[in-house]
């Protein structure tokens, strides 16, 4: 694993996002349940943010529920929705401590009401940090944050504010949860899986992604410290020639 010391500090990444993936098996390599997983995964959650502060990453988006994971067993959705309610309780005070700042994305309608008001409370607690940006991407996915943003464009075009040659790329952006975020520099993946799972797929057009088969309760400073220095070696391009980056 590197150290801070191995990372570039003018190369940071701005905004780093992270699919935390294998709770589960990790519960089943321990023989036990799922939900056990995904607590033993608040060590993780703690050294990804507390390493993103350290490096000066300006934003650090966790996938924490997609969707699509409504559709898990209802024990499983309840034990995540009630220990929620309690990480967000215990973290608030550290996150301003380290001056963080707390927003959530996501379809907040369907996250039951103890969870939401708990969040919010956060995300009010800690709105006046200036330092990294956490922001949780909650009950979301990107092709239901895409459908949201042409609805309301639909909308606001019905009503005369928009006319159909206004449309562009920035014009939908600015619909987007994310409108106010720049697009990740970096995608780290745990858990050996090779996919995006409806992660902030307008977003990533250009994203480095970094894939590792560890599972995500094992996840410590140190992998997120490499997955960065992994980052510093390529080079982006962005369409261009390697040629036309370099000399520019």
Not at 65 to 94: A, C, H, Y
Not at 99 to 123: F, T, Y
Not at 210 to 226: M, V
């Amino acid at each position: 694993m590197k150290k801070i010391e191995d990372i570039d500090r003018n190369r940071i990444p701005k905004h780093v996002a992270i699919i935390m993936d294998g709770n589960g098996r990790w519960a089943q390599q321990q023989s036990e349940k799922r939900l056990f997983g995904h607590q033993h995964a608040i060590q993780a959650v703690n050294d990804a943010v507390e390493a993103a502060a350290e490096l000066g990453v300006g934003y650090l988006t966790l996938y924490t529920f997609s969707t699509e994971n409504w559709n898990r067993p209802q024990d499983e959705v309840d034990g995540l929705m009630t220990l929620m309610i309690d990480v967000v309780k215990e973290q608030t005070e550290r996150l301003i401590k380290n001056n963080i700042r707390l927003l959530i994305i996501g379809d907040a309608s369907r996250v039951p009401e103890a969870s939401r008001k708990a969040i919010q409370q956060c995300s009010a607690d800690t709105a006046a940090c200036t330092g990294t940006t956490l922001i949780l991407a909650l009950s979301y996915s990107s092709r239901w944050e895409i459908a949201e943003a042409l609805k309301a464009i639909v909308n606001d075009a019905q009503k005369g504010a928009l006319q159909a040659d206004d449309v562009d790329e920035e014009t939908l952006r600015r619909y987007l949860t994310t409108r106010d975020i720049p697009d990740p520099d970096l995608l780290i993946r745990t858990g050996g899986e090779l996919r995006l799972s409806n992660f902030l797929l307008w977003q990533m057009a250009y994203s480095e992604f970094y894939f590792t088969d560890l599972l995500w309760p094992d996840f410590r400073k140190g992998h997120f410290f490499e997955a960065v220095y992994d980052y510093q070696q390529r080079q982006r391009r962005y369409g261009k020639t390697g040629e036309q980056v370099t000399t520019k």
